[in-house]
Each structure stands twice: as C-alpha cells, then as structure tokens.
C-alpha cells in the first residue's frame, strides 16, 4: 500500500504525453473529512423556519450519502427529489449564500492538508482536475474555488428565472451518473479514461473506478477497501483532518492545563516581587518548550542561527493558527513582547497570561495608533524585541494576506531590524475554528534580518516581504493554494 509520499512522486512521472490527462476527484471524505451536506445543512438552519421543510430533506440527503458510501445507496435519488420539491419556488442565491457561508464557517478548515498536496501534484504534472461529486453545486464550488479545480460535475437542481422549479436533472451525479458525467468531459477535452485518474472514498463509485486506467482509493469505506486489494489499486489514507482521537483528546486537555499552571505560576511570582521581566521570560520558556511538548510538536527550522544575529529586533510572522504564539515563545525563549489584538486582554483563558508577559494590546479600530508605538519604542530601547504578525487576523487556510506597514514603521524609528519568520504549517496541529490538538512537525523559515538603513520606503519594503512569504509558502507542499486568495479576500 503505497503512502502519500510515494504517490505524488507516481504522478510526478505522470506528466502530460501523448493527449491529455485528466484527475477527477470525489468530494466528500476525499478533498474533506466528512460530508458537506452536515455543513450546509447546519447553515440552512439559521436562516429561519421557513426553511424547515429544506433542513429535514438536507438530514435525509446527508443519511443517502453515508448508506451510499457503505454501498447502500439505493433511496438517493428519491431524496434529492424530494429535496428538490421541498425547494420548489426557492431563490438560487438563498443556496448560494449558504453555500459560501458553510464553506467558510466549517468545510474550508475540514480540507484534508494531503488533498491539497494531491490537487497540487496533478496541476503540477500538468494534468486537468474535475471535481466529480454526488453532492450539489451550492456545496462543491466553494471547494472547487480554493483548490483551482477547473470543472465541477455534480447533482444538479432546475433552475428558472432565479428560482428552482421543484425539479432535478436527470442523470444524477451518482453511481453510474458519474461515469456518464466523466464520459462527457472527457469528450469536450479530448482524454481517454485509460489516462484518467479517480480519487474515491466509496464504494458506490466502483463504476467510474473500474473504467480509468488509475483509480485511488482514498480513506475508503470498508467494502471498496476489498475492492482495492483485490485489484491491487493504491489506498491513501488521510488523517490531517476529521474526527479526534484519544490521543488529540489527552493533548487538548494537557496544553489547556500548562496554560493555566503557567498563568497561575506568573500571578504568584509577581506576587512574590519576581522581577517583571525574568517573571515574563520564564512564563514565555514554559508555554514554549512545555505547551509544544504537550501539544506534540516538533519543529524543522531552517534559518535558526537567524534568531540571534541581532537583538533587540523585530521579529514578523504569518499568522496561522491560534498556536502561533506557542510557536513563537519556542522559537524567541525570552525578552521578546508581542503586540496582540485588544479583544484578546478580555479573554477568560489566555487574556491574564498575556497581561503577564507584558503584551501590547492594540485597539484595531482606534486610527491614532500613538499610545501603542510609544509603549513599542519603549521596549525596544530597553534591550527587548517585539513579536508582530503584520497580517493582522488570519486566515482560513493560511494563504498570505496583505501585510500593514507597523513594523517597518517601528523598524525605521527605533533602528532595529527585522526578522521575518515564516510559519508553513501551524494550521495542521490546529486549523482555524478547530479546537482540538493535532501532533504536527512545525516547518518554519527564517530569514535573514532587513537591516532598518535598507527600509528607504515603507511601503515598497512591506509590499517585498508580503511577496517573498507568498513564494516561501508556494513551494511548501502542504501551503494554502493561490486561488484562496480570492476566496480570503471576498470573505474578509
């Protein structure tokens, strides 16, 4: 059974030859863990009670999906009609907004990192990708977006002046309706099956399997899994993403208690008359080196010698995850003060513990900044360095978004330089909105210090940086896509 590692370096063989090649790839529990339809689903029930009718057939949509997956599909079709009829008379973009609003609030943070890395090896090889889903289009196109994914053949519901006629359109994207679905791309394009891949988690999709010339089963159900073995196809099998196990459980639980023993060790400390800085420093040591031991993170720094050419500095970073400030205490170890956005001093669980360590609280919507770059310049005149992250929020798959201009602006003043710090893929041990530890080897990069005499123009400078980070974070296999980028900024 071949690993992910192995695959990608197959489809790197794979580059495009005599006619195209063409990736097709099912949806759910293939690019993400889980189905979208629960997603979706949990959106369309905050939209009101008008849509009661449509959340019970999207219930029984989602139960037709899993019976297909363990090849007891045999009711789909009835349900997407009756889903359909529950829709009759409905606006188009109702489903459309639920759609981006389930992607964003829950599906996006559930694509597997190994998908992401598949999607990238075929595009790189050259070959066309089609998503081939059972699923509706409200659900699959947000993903299809992110990931570049060309083409999205899926279920399709009837549409009329804006509004759906109650009606479905025959053939489903199911069973044999993907096969048939396939047929027709391949036609317009001019591929062959025999030079088609197919990513698959089902067994309800053995027809189109059976029919490329490299089929792939991904986390497949248990009846495929026989399938698979039987005719010696390829097995992956992800884990970045889904449902914990015992082991992310006990992490959670262990980080959660190391963050508050290191909260109540500073409050005594300071009651003691500990030094306010060597109070701060050892707080910082502790969540660095005991919290990313108990979250199971291990670290691959290229660059290291880069964290102590020049100091008092400014270090920047890509914001990915809410362990980017473990990340950081692990990297820095001391005098180093963070600026942080002001919501986070009222948080019940971490807001003491960066009072503690003497963070900047900056009001985001205040315009005069000026109270916050005199206590900056305050710590950089005393021998410590600031910790900044110049994104200002992050995003939902960890793509780069525009840089703002403080800490050149700081840099310039105080006459320190920069250090730029790239964070690869924090997101894996805990993706935005997740709340459960995952153990991950942390990649990061540091770059060589901008000294403050090359800052000749703020902008210019900021603007360089933003695009090295992007090109670092293009050529890490498990790094946000470039077509998120747009996603990220419509979702700002």
């Known amino acids: 059974m071949p690993n992910l590692k192995s695959h990608l370096q197959q489809i790197a063989c794979a580059r495009e030859g005599a006619g195209p090649s063409i990736a097709f790839f099912d949806l759910d529990r293939t690019l993400i863990a889980g189905y979208s339809i629960v997603a979706f689903a949990m959106e369309a029930a905050k939209t009101g009670a008008r849509y009661g009718e449509f959340r019970e057939s999207a219930r029984l949509l989602r139960d037709a999906m899993q019976q297909g997956k363990q090849g007891r599909g045999g009711n789909y079709h009835r349900l997407v009609n009756r889903l359909a009829s529950a829709l009759a008379g409905r606006s188009e973009r109702t489903l459309e907004e639920i759609g981006e609003r389930a992607f964003k609030q829950s599906i996006a943070r559930n694509i597997y990192r190994e998908a992401i890395e598949l999607v990238e090896a075929h595009r790189a090889a050259g070959h066309q990708l ?6 509706t289009r409200y659900q699959a196109e947000p993903v299809a977006r992110v990931l570049g994914i060309e083409e999205i053949c899926c279920t399709q519901l009837e549409v009329q002046d804006g509004r759906f006629t109650g009606k479905s359109i025959a053939p489903l994207c199911y069973g044999e309706g993907k096969t048939l679905a396939a047929r ?48 010696d196809w390829p097995q992956l099998h992800f884990a970045s993403r889904g449902l914990p196990g015992i082991e992310q459980i006990a992490r959670t639980s262990l980080v959660a208690q190391s963050l508050l023993a290191t909260t109540a060790i500073g409050a005594v400390s300071k009651r003691l008359g500990a030094p306010a ?14 919290g990313s031991g108990f979250a199971g993170l291990d670290f691959e720094i290229e660059g290291n010698q880069n964290l102590h050419r020049e100091r008092p500095a400014i270090f920047v970073f890509n914001h990915q995850s809410l362990l980017d400030s473990m990340v950081m205490a692990h990297l820095l170890r001391g005098d180093v003060v963070a600026l942080c956005k002001k919501e986070m001093a009222n948080n ?53 978004q525009p840089f703002k201009h403080g800490a050149f602006l700081l840099a310039r003043k105080a006459g320190v330089p920069i250090v730029p710090i790239v964070l690869h893929n924090v997101k894996d041990a805990l993706p935005k909105g997740a ?20 800052i000749r123009s703020i902008r210019q400078s900021s603007r360089e940086l933003e695009d090295r980070y992007g090109e670092l974070l293009g050529k890490s296999p498990a790094a946000a896509l470039p077509f998120a980028a747009n996603y990220v900024n419509a979702a700002s």
């Open 130 to 135: 089609v998503m081939v889903t059972a699923a």
């Open 184 to 231: 027709r791309v391949l036609k317009k394009r001019g591929g062959t099956l025999k030079r088609s891949w197919f990513y698959s988690d089902s067994s309800d999709d053995l027809s189109l399997l059976r029919k490329v010339g490299k089929p792939v089963a991904v986390n497949p159900s248990d009846k495929l899994a026989v399938h698979a073995r039987n005719n």
């Open 277 to 290: 800085n060597s109070n701060a420093n050892r707080l910082t040591r502790i969540l660095g080196d005991i």
């Open 348 to 400: 019940p669980f971490v807001g003491l513990l960066l009072r503690q360590v003497d963070t900047i609280f900056v009001d985001r919507q205040q315009q005069d900044q000026g109270d916050a770059l005199k206590q900056s310049l305050a710590v950089l005149k005393s021998g410590r360095s600031l910790v900044i992250a110049p994104e200002g929020t992050r995003s939902t798959l960890g793509d780069i």
């Open 435 to 454: 709340l459960l530890l995952r153990p991950a080897t942390i990649r990061v990069t540091v770059l060589p210090p901008i000294a403050a005499e090359n």
